[in-house]
């Protein structure tokens, strides 16, 4: 090989990557279009140490000359409130609003988390009882919804489905929010960029970080882990090449998965391993920043706050 062949073939290399279709067009041509701050699975409760540390991690994401625009909560605010009374809720709410007020001067949009719903056997005649409180506290109107900011349309899903009993619940996209997602998205059309939200992932290899998914030699990956309706979303997001990005929270754990150009981020936890260590598995208790351009592209840094 002499020296123009091997420059050639040097030159070929960045163009050989970019046909992932992540990258669509040369990074120094595109823009900027928004910086927020992901922060998810804040699980607060009222003691200290998850108080000072959700504050610790509001400040740092305030801290960056380069400031988010806003924090996109993924969910799982408060530690729990499936199966609590409502005095023990309320103080849990309590906590997460009095750390919000001390310490984050940003808007918040939010996404429900399966430990944000009441699931209080003794509450069910109470119209705060399931989503109705998270919705609330959230001030978000719906327990779904769409919404625009600098050209990118954002669509923040509802993942997690109490099952019959009210005692667990079950990953999936409900028939009334898949017919508006499709509605959604055709009136969004397939020019302007779209970030997905959901707290459960819909495409995550992290439900193969623990061998108590094998049963008998084979992998079950319970739905509450990853989406039982993920194979209908697939098939949904591929007519648009929009859609970009699909960011969830749940797992605690960090990942990345680039499949049809949509790229399916699951972004860590603030509290790591539910506040009792600071690593979770093999990642760190931490928030993202995510950056969208203009073409399309995104960047997520993960940051450790502590
Ligand atoms: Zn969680």
């Known amino acids: 090989m002499n020296r123009r062949t091997l420059l050639k073939s040097a030159t070929l290399l960045p163009l050989a990557s970019a046909t992932d279709g992540l990258i669509t067009s040369a990074p120094s041509a595109r823009k900027r279009s928004l910086r927020f701050a992901y922060l ?10 998850p108080m000072e540390s959700v504050a610790k991690c509001f400040q740092h994401a305030q801290s960056h000359a380069d400031k988010p625009a806003f924090i996109l909560h993924g969910g799982d605010v408060i530690m729990d ?6 005095a023990d809720v ?3 709410w309590d906590a997460w609003n009095s750390v919000v007020k001390a310490n984050n001067s940003l808007p918040i949009e939010y996404c429900i988390g399966n430990h944000d719903i009441w699931g209080f056997e003794e509450a069910k005649s109470d119209p705060s009882y399931g989503k109705k409180w998270a919705v609330d506290q959230m001030k978000i109107g719906n327990r779904y919804r769409s919404f625009d900011r600098n050209g990118w349309h954002f669509i923040i899903l509802d993942s997690v489905q109490p099952k019959p009993d009210g005692k667990w619940y079950t990953g999936y996209i409900d028939q009334e929010q898949l017919d508006w997602l499709k509605q959604d998205l055709a009136k969004t059309g397939t020019k302007t960029p779209v970030l997905i939200l ?7 290899p992290t439900g193969f970080f623990s061998e108590k998914n094998v049963k008998d030699g084979a992998w079950t990956i319970p739905a509450a882990l990853v989406l039982s309706n993920t194979p209908e979303l697939l098939k949904l997001f591929y007519q648009y090449p929009n859609v970009k990005t699909a960011l969830s929270g749940h797992m605690h754990l960090l ?3 680039d499949y049809n150009g949509v790229m399916y981020l699951c972004n860590g936890a603030v509290c790591g391993d539910w506040w009792r260590n600071d690593t979770y598995q093999q990642t760190k208790a931490g928030y993202a920043l995510i950056d969208l351009y203009d073409d399309g592209t995104l960047e997520r840094t993960y940051l450790h706050y502590q």
Do not use: M
């Open 81 to 86: 409130a499936l199966a609590k009374d409502r």
């Open 90 to 92: 309320q103080k849990q």
């Open 40 to 49: 998810g699975d804040t699980h607060i409760t009222p003691d200290s140490k």
């Open 198 to 204: 959901s707290h459960i992932p819909i495409f995550s």
């Open 255 to 257: 990942d990345r998965v």
